[in-house]
């Protein structure tokens, strides 16, 4: 009789495993194709780009011909995976140019924002990972950053001030490698944590506050005192 009600049992379970089969192969695609991103993302931020499509498949838990079927390779899905992470939101662009609000507060309210999105494991994982073994899959974002973040910030910044526009390469240059200065500190924070394995604070937006604060009582003085430099240094005009 044991022997029955085990084989009962083994029966049972036999059956809702297929149960679960039929289940998982009849998910609707997008439900599908989104599993798959998911997964893929965890993939890529804990063990980074390399391996066979065969193995990622294994440790998505899908067929290699699942795979491909909604991504025909493997460059396919990382673009995929790319997309959902590093999502830009628009209103950033906005808040940058809002001169109705005091260059402080737009500055500590657009990191703030932009740090709960960016110091994720998944973010930061992934973009390191990315400029270690996939040349060129971050220049579009980082020339989005430049265009769209750190060259508005320092047009607003020299018009909070009343500083003029830059002239020149060495200007601009200048205004970028400052900018940059603010940005990689906040990107820093997630690198300690997600790489390092390091503690950080708890309060990011008191420590952005502090960081946004530090900057912008260096950095017009910085400007400032570049500017005059910049105009010794050019010959005299020829009469």
Same mark, same amino acid.
């Given at each position: 009789?044991?022997?029955?009600?085990?084989?009962v049992? +083994?029966?049972?379970?036999?059956?809702v495993?297929?149960n679960e089969?039929?289940?998982?192969?009849? *998910?609707?695609p997008e439900?599908?194709?989104?599993?798959i991103?998911?997964?893929a993302?965890?993939h @890529?931020? +804990?063990?980074?780009f390399s391996? %066979?499509?065969?193995?990622l498949?294994?440790?998505?838990g899908?067929?290699?011909?699942?795979? =491909?079927? =909604?991504?025909?390779?493997k460059?396919?899905? #990382?673009?995929?995976? =790319?997309e959902e992470?590093y999502?830009?939101?628009?209103?950033?662009?906005? *808040? /940058?140019?809002?001169?109705?609000?005091p260059?402080q507060?737009? &500055?500590?309210?657009f990191?703030s924002?932009?740090?709960v999105?960016?110091?994720?494991?998944?973010?930061?994982? #992934?973009? #390191? @990972?990315?400029?270690?073994?996939?040349?060129?899959?971050n220049?579009?974002? *980082?020339?989005?950053?430049?265009?769209?973040?750190?060259?508005?910030? &320092?047009?607003? #910044?020299?018009?909070?001030?009343d500083?003029p526009a830059?002239?020149?390469? !060495?200007?601009?240059? /200048?205004? *970028?490698?400052l /900018?940059?200065?603010?940005?990689?500190?906040? @990107?820093?924070?997630?690198? !300690?944590k997600? /790489? =390092?394995?390091?503690?950080v604070?708890?309060?990011i937006?008191d420590?952005?506050?502090r960081?946004v604060d530090?900057?912008l009582n260096?950095v017009?003085a910085?400007?400032?005192?570049? %500017?005059?430099?910049s105009a010794?240094?050019?010959p005299?005009?020829?009469?």
């Amino acid at each position: 009789m044991p022997r029955k009600v085990r084989a009962v049992e +083994t029966a049972s379970g036999n059956e809702v495993h297929d149960n679960e089969k039929v289940v998982t192969r009849r *998910l609707a695609p997008e439900v599908r194709e989104r599993q798959i991103v998911l997964k893929a993302v965890d993939h @890529f931020a +804990t063990h980074g780009f390399s391996g %066979s499509t065969r193995e990622l498949a294994r440790q998505l838990g899908v067929t290699q011909p699942l795979l =491909y079927r =909604y991504f025909p390779s493997k460059e396919a899905l #990382i673009d995929r995976v =790319y997309e959902e992470v590093y999502q830009w939101d628009t209103s950033w662009e906005k *808040l /940058i140019k809002d001169r109705s609000v005091p260059i402080q507060a737009r &500055m500590v309210r657009f990191y703030s924002s932009y740090a709960v999105v960016i110091l994720r494991r998944e973010w930061i994982r #992934i973009f #390191i @990972f990315a400029g270690l073994t996939r040349e060129g899959i971050n220049s579009k974002y *980082l020339a989005r950053l430049r265009e769209r973040v750190f060259l508005p910030v &320092m047009a607003e #910044i020299r018009s909070a001030y009343d500083l003029p526009a830059p002239t020149g390469a !060495r200007q601009r240059e /200048i205004d *970028l490698e400052l /900018i940059w200065s603010l940005h990689a500190s906040i @990107f820093y924070l997630g690198v !300690r944590k997600w /790489i =390092y394995g390091l503690p950080v604070t708890d309060d990011i937006e008191d420590h952005i506050a502090r960081q946004v604060d530090a900057f912008l009582n260096g950095v017009p003085a910085a400007l400032e005192h570049a %500017s005059k430099e910049s105009a010794r240094s050019k010959p005299p005009s020829k009469a």
